[in-house]
């Protein structure tokens, strides 16, 4: 199984979209500041994930939420609750 996921970093608020094969370990990694990405914004909040059977179908999903426009503002209406 392979995962896009959402983060929500609760320093300032901003969200952050990744890609694993093993979801639980890469939130952990995130948590720990471990994510060069992450870590000058923790502490962080696992808000939204997909499971994609096919690598590449998961590789496309992220790096299209990654996009901007539409796509995260799609991304960002479906999960506004999270967000608030």
Same mark, same amino acid.
Request: charged share 25%.
């Given at each position: 199984m392979y995962y896009v996921?959402?983060?929500k970093s609760l320093?300032?608020?901003k969200i952050y979209t990744g890609f694993s094969s093993d979801l639980k370990r890469r939130i952990l990694e995130?948590?720990?500041g471990l994510v060069k990405s992450?870590? +000058?914004r923790l502490p962080v909040?696992?808000?939204y994930y997909e499971v994609f059977i096919n690598e590449k179908d998961a590789r496309n999903r992220e790096k299209y939420l990654k996009?901007?426009?539409k796509a995260k503002?799609?991304?960002k209406l479906q999960?506004? +609750?999270s967000l608030s």
């Open positions: 996921y959402v983060l320093k300032d608020q995130h948590k720990s992450t870590k +000058n909040k696992l808000i996009s901007g426009g503002n799609s991304l999960i506004r +609750n």
